[in-house]
């Protein structure tokens, strides 16, 4: 099985700040990885997929890169809006074994 | 684009239960259907993928054999029938359409969510 680790687990930061999160696989997964913002008592919402695509309607602060197997988001001065969880997500099996990470946690300093 | 659960609830373990969700603002029939759980706390977890016009169907390993998808096209929706339920079930359950990009091969990507609907097994 292809997992996912993200760190870190959470940070806290502050509006304005650049904040960077990772997601490391245990195998080789090219571009295979798409980066999720979830927030309380929502379900996950798409923001980047093919590891460096930009979501349709999602703003420009948000930043992914990485192939292989090490993975980053970036948010280019964070909004108040932008305080959630974030989830990577593996697809690059089929038949289906498509996991996610445990999430990284972004609170207000 | 929307998709609505329902059906989930309170059950004891060992019953069933069947999900459904039900989708609007898309030709429903031509996408690639799954449902995702996530436990409290937790990543989510993808459970099933059925395909346009139901084949194939895949399962995660943790609930082969006592969850089935299904899914009709007439009434645009996709369903998720679970059986000898546990206390583990105990989730958000979501459906999510999947759509592909082609990058160094075939990306797929959980473009639109439900808004989850709770199944909580207890006795």
């Known amino acids: 099985d292809i997992r996912l680790t993200q760190s870190p687990s959470s940070l806290s930061s502050s509006v304005g700040d650049r904040v960077t999160l990772t997601c490391r696989a245990n195998q080789e997964i090219n571009a295979c990885l798409n980066w999720y913002q979830q927030k309380p008592g929502r379900a996950p919402k798409l923001l980047v997929y093919a590891a460096s695509t930009l979501q349709s309607g999602v703003p420009s602060r948000f930043t992914g890169s990485g192939f292989g197997t090490d993975f980053t988001l970036t948010i280019n001065s964070l909004q108040p809006e932008d305080f959630a969880t974030y989830y990577c997500h593996q697809s690059c099996s089929f038949p289906p074994g498509w996991t996610f990470g445990q999430g990284t946690k972004v609170e207000m300093k | 684009v929307q998709l609505v659960e329902s059906g989930g609830g309170l059950v004891q373990p060992g019953k069933s239960l069947r999900l459904s969700c039900k989708a609007s603002?898309?030709?429903?029939?031509?996408?690639?259907m799954n449902w995702v759980r996530q436990a409290p706390g937790k990543g989510p977890e993808w459970l099933s993928y059925?395909?346009?016009?139901?084949?194939?169907?895949f399962y995660a390993d943790s609930v082969k054999g006592r969850f089935t998808i299904s899914r009709d096209d007439a009434k645009d929706s996709v369903y998720l029938d679970m059986s000898n339920l546990r206390a583990e079930d105990t989730a958000v359950y979501f459906c999510?359409?999947?759509?592909?990009?082609?990058?160094?091969?075939?990306?797929?990507?959980?473009?639109?969510w439900g808004q989850g609907t709770q199944v909580t097994v207890s006795s």
């Open positions: 603002g898309f030709t429903f029939s031509r996408y690639e």
């Open positions: 999510a359409r999947v759509t592909t990009t082609m990058v160094d091969g075939v990306i797929y990507k959980f473009d639109h």
């Open positions: 059925i395909a346009p016009g139901a084949d194939p169907i």
